[in-house]
């Protein structure tokens, strides 16, 4: 396989213990990917 990107995911916390996160990629060609992420984390 050859690999075509990285996909970096930060988590982060606020004082309400809520949680949110960042999505970046390196490619723009790999963004449907991060997009499904993106996505999938949205629901919980």
């Known amino acids: 396989m050859k690999k075509i ?3 970096t995911v930060s988590v982060f916390r ?3 213990n ?3 996160f ?3 990629t390196d ?3 790999i ?3 991060s997009y499904i992420i993106e996505d ?3 629901m919980y």
């Open 5 to 7: 990107g990285t996909i």
């Open 14 to 16: 606020d004082e309400k």
């Open 18 to 20: 809520h949680t949110d």
């Open 22 to 24: 960042h999505i970046e």
């Open 27 to 29: 490619k723009d060609d």
């Open 31 to 33: 963004l449907p990917v």
């Open 40 to 42: 999938t984390l949205k």
